[in-house]
């Protein structure tokens, strides 16, 4: 018994220094793992980093590319019959397209995502315009995209049975919050500046795209990007104005001041 007891403690011996060392290895990494600045991993608009290992010391950044609409998500977003402007009135009088869809920018090195949309004033007689949902839809981004976005809000729609997104950037004010579902012609904005950046405009884009990502302004391929111009009058439908233009305004107090007369057309969209 003494002679098997002998190899018996020498194994069980190595076998806890083994433990201990891989215990010490553990310890120390976890120590020296730098998690920086982390102030929430609750969702993904929130989250300053990724799950993941360290990569270079830290972790990655974040990246919304991999962030999917899960199947309850999908199941949620609304049918969206119809689809009407998102700026002026539903048939997008009152503003005029800045830049439209696809257009070549040399200067900015691609074609253009979106639609630049702008109050028949010019200049930033629009900042503050109110900023409408094209349709029925569900908010799946709500917040600031990058200094060159300013506030952004992303919509998803259910278009017979296919589902797309609606995008409006460069808001000086969002009013619609993450989840929240939103009706065809609902306020979700107003027009901004993206914190300065350039002149009041709504930059607006339509996507078929099932992933939360902000994407590019300027672009060499069109990926997931639709054209707003081709898809919305398929569904415009028949009905009255959503809501007033900063051009409306203007002619609502040259009328007030100057008794000007306007034709029927204009005071039944002025209302």
């Known amino acids: 018994m ?19 060392a891989m215990l010490a290895i553990v310890l120390k990494s976890g120590k020296e793992r730098p998690l920086g600045d982390i102030q929430s991993f609750e969702n993904y608009q929130r989250a300053d980093v990724a799950e993941g290992f360290p990569k270079n010391g830290k972790l990655p950044a974040f990246d919304p590319r991999f962030v999917r609409l899960s199947a309850f998500e999908r199941a949620l977003i609304p049918d969206a019959p119809r689809l009407t402007a998102p700026l002026g009135t539903e048939s997008g009088a009152f503003s005029y397209n800045a830049q439209p869809f696809w257009s070549l920018n040399s200067r900015r090195g691609g074609h253009h995502s979106g639609d630049d949309l702008n109050g028949i004033g010019g200049m930033n007689t629009d900042l503050g315009d109110p900023v409408f949902s094209i349709g029925n839809g569900r908010v799946i981004f709500a917040g600031e995209g ?74 060499a391929e069109k990926g997931v990007h639709l054209s707003p111009r081709a898809i919305i009058p398929q569904y ?11 051009a409306m305004n203007v002619l609502k107090k040259a009328k007030a001041k100057n008794s000007v007369e306007l034709p029927i057309e204009v005071l039944q969209r002025l209302r």
Do not use: C
Request: charged share 15%; aromatic share 6%.
């Open 146 to 219: 990058s200094p060159g976005w300013g506030k952004i809000v992303l919509v998803a729609h259910k278009v017979d049975g296919q589902i797309i997104q609606s995008m409006y950037a460069h808001l000086e004010n969002i009013s619609v919050s993450k989840g929240q579902s939103l009706g065809r012609g609902q306020q979700l904005g107003t027009v901004g500046t993206a914190n300065g950046q350039y002149l009041a405009h709504l930059h607006f884009e339509l996507r078929d795209a099932t992933t939360v990502d902000i994407l590019r302004g300027y672009l």
């Open 236 to 246: 415009e439908g028949e009905g009255g104005p959503v809501g007033p233009s900063s």
């Open 2 to 20: 003494k002679l098997n007891a002998k190899p018996s403690s020498l194994v069980l011996l190595v076998f806890l220094l083994i433990v201990a």
